[in-house]
């Protein structure tokens, strides 16, 4: 039996659902074209993702073809009630509500598995890796194989692989580049922007904003921050990618010297620990403090919690402490505050990291017994046909080489 908040709220789901079909037309298409086809008629697909009104179309789209689709949170706060609503409205197995505690969000992605799905979707891996600790050896259900939707998921997948205990091919679709160049760089730039502003209402332009992390996702908060009038400084561990930012305009320091000059601090590094008490210490009164990475621990929320003097919650999704005298603001308990404090990234960007998702899922119930059990990128040809699936959803064209332009690419002299 399904789980959600409240089964009311399913007609509001609905119209959510709608509005993300009717922004997502990438997917669509994608989900259009095999709908005949139904290549995933008796496939059971297992997702564990944000329950968002973009996921509402994935998931819909899965049992359009011909899966059996049942689906939990990746992340206990993240939850869209209504969304979740309308799903089981429409018999999708869900099991989710926004605020689970963590012993509930377990036990809904043991719901999910408990189906034995054939193939597992995860953003975070978090259901990828109770399948590994709880079933695989205890088991005889072995899923034919997953997918993968953020960087941290991959990490960790990997690091299973490495030491030769996944169970199952993985397909990586953080890694397409119709996913992490779009997805992760401007989604998480816009809806980590518009998660602080609902939450705080602050105003960036002449504020300080320290972000940690200059990978994908800290580039697009970077430069959206940059481009609402905020001075932005980066911090990162990686030369490369501190000389990156630092050629591309920004100030680049380490925590303990930028922390002092911050405004706002925003982690994007898939990290434990970045922010920690003696940053937090050094930060002027009134300094807020949000997540954009998977999980909430890259700032040091369990120090926050035991060295408060006060605590109280101000607006919603938004928490001070008052330590050494001072206000410390921090959004959405230290978890992703772009799905905690505004949606999530808009549909057309998911549009393209779930057209590449469904076309995975298809891909790797056809070709699961030619792979071993490792973590594969997504293919080549996957990749492609969802940037020209999107260039003509955006009626963009694009020039064609020559004759001669792809016979002077074969010369080498
Ligand atoms: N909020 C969202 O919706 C969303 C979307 C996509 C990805 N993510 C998550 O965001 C995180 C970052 O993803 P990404 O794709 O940008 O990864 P990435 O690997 O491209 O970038 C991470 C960067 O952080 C840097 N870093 C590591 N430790 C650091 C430290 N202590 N201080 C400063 N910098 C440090 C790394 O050198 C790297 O450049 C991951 O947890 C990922 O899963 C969140």
Not at 233 to 240: A, G, H, Q, S
Not at 279 to 293: E, T, W
Not at 385 to 403: G, S, Y
Request: hydrophobic content about 40%; aromatic content about 6%.
């Amino acid at each position: 039996m399904p789980k959600v908040a409240d089964p009311k709220l399913a007609e509001k789901g609905r119209l959510a659902y709608e509005w993300a079909s009717k922004h997502m037309p990438i997917l669509v298409k994608s989900i259009d074209r095999l709908k005949d086809e139904r290549p995933l008629h008796g496939i059971k697909t297992g997702f564990c993702l944000h329950v968002t009104k973009e996921t509402s179309v994935l998931v819909m789209g899965a049992r359009m073809l011909g899966a059996d689709v049942s689906l939990c949170a990746a992340n206990p706060l993240t939850t869209q009630d209504d969304v979740a609503a309308f799903l089981a409205s429409q018999g999708i197995d869900v099991y989710a509500w926004r605020d689970e505690s963590m012993d509930e969000y377990y036990s809904c992605i043991r719901s999910v598995l408990s189906n034995s799905p054939t193939t597992i979707t995860d953003d975070g891996s978090d259901m990828h890796i109770l399948y590994h600790k709880e079933l695989k050896d205890k088991s005889n259900y072995t899923p034919l194989g997953g997918t993968e939707e953020t960087t941290t998921g991959v990490i960790r997948l990997r690091a299973l692989a490495s030491e030769g205990k996944l169970a199952y091919p993985v397909i990586a679709v953080n890694n397409a580049y119709t996913k992490h160049l779009f997805d992760n760089r401007y989604g998480t730039g816009q809806s980590t922007i518009d998660g602080i502003l609902r939450a705080t209402s602050m105003l960036l332009a002449g504020k300080v904003v320290v972000v940690a992390g200059y990978g994908w996702v800290g580039k697009g908060i970077a430069s959206r921050a940059r481009g609402m009038g905020a001075r932005v400084i980066v911090t990162e561990v990686d030369p490369i990618k501190a000389l990156e930012a630092h050629m591309d305009g920004f100030a680049v320091m380490p925590m303990d010297e930028a922390s002092r000059h911050a405004d706002l601090v925003v982690t994007a590094t898939g990290q434990i620990n970045v922010v920690r008490q003696e940053h937090i210490k050094a930060m002027k009164d009134g300094v807020v403090l949000a997540n954009a990475g998977h999980f909430d621990v890259e700032i040091d929320v369990r120090w926050l919690e035991s060295s408060a003097r006060e605590k109280r919650v101000v607006r919603d999704n938004l928490e001070e402490y008052i330590i050494d005298g001072k206000s410390i603001y921090l959004i959405g308990r230290g978890r992703i505050a772009n799905l905690v404090a505004a949606e999530g990234h808009p549909p057309e960007v998911m549009a393209l990291s779930f057209a590449n998702q469904l076309l995975s899922i298809v891909y790797i119930v056809k070709s699961h017994d030619r792979f071993e059990k490792r973590v594969y990128g997504v293919p080549e040809e996957i990749d492609r046909q969802v940037a020209i699936n999107a260039l003509e959803a955006m009626k963009i064209r694009i020039d064609e080489p020559t004759e001669e332009q792809l016979e002077y690419a074969r010369r080498w002299l």
